[in-house]
């Protein structure tokens, strides 16, 4: 399966952590880059991180200082690590996969998608 699965998500209080993790296939040169979109109700789905095989991270300016994206090759698993959540962090999150380009931020630099888990923060 080249399709990243996503778990993890659920329903959080405001304030309160809660960690995602992408499970990926692992196929040689596919997961060169691994990203996490979101997509609340009624807007588009924006960048939230993104993590390179040799370690590299990026963010996104609502996922700075509060989220932390990691991943374990040997594993083939991303995670993304999120804290002090706000009730404006709810949305899908979808984890993506890509063979590598020069920018990690835009929905056309992944190949393949995961399916989304829900995160719901409560206030």
């Known amino acids: 399966q080249v399709q990243p699965v996503e778990s993890g998500g659920g329903s959080v209080p405001a304030g309160g952590p809660l960690r995602l993790s992408c499970a990926y296939s692992?196929?040689?040169?596919?997961?060169?880059?691994i990203g996490w979109f979101r997509q609340a109700p009624g807007k588009e789905r924006v960048f939230v991180a993104a993590?390179?095989?040799?370690?590299?991270?990026f963010y996104g300016d609502s996922a700075k200082g509060r989220f932390t994206i990691a991943r374990d090759n040997a594993k083939n698993t991303a995670y993304l690590q999120m804290n002090t959540l706000k009730p404006e962090d709810t949305a899908v999150y979808y984890c993506?996969?890509?063979?590598?380009?020069?920018?990690?931020?835009?929905?056309?630099?992944?190949?393949?998608w995961g399916q989304g888990t829900q995160v719901t923060v409560s206030s």
């Open positions: 993506a996969t890509s063979r590598g380009y020069d920018t990690v931020t835009h929905e056309k630099d992944y190949d393949y």
């Open positions: 692992g196929r040689a040169g596919s997961d060169s880059v």
């Open positions: 993590i390179r095989r040799s370690g590299d991270t």
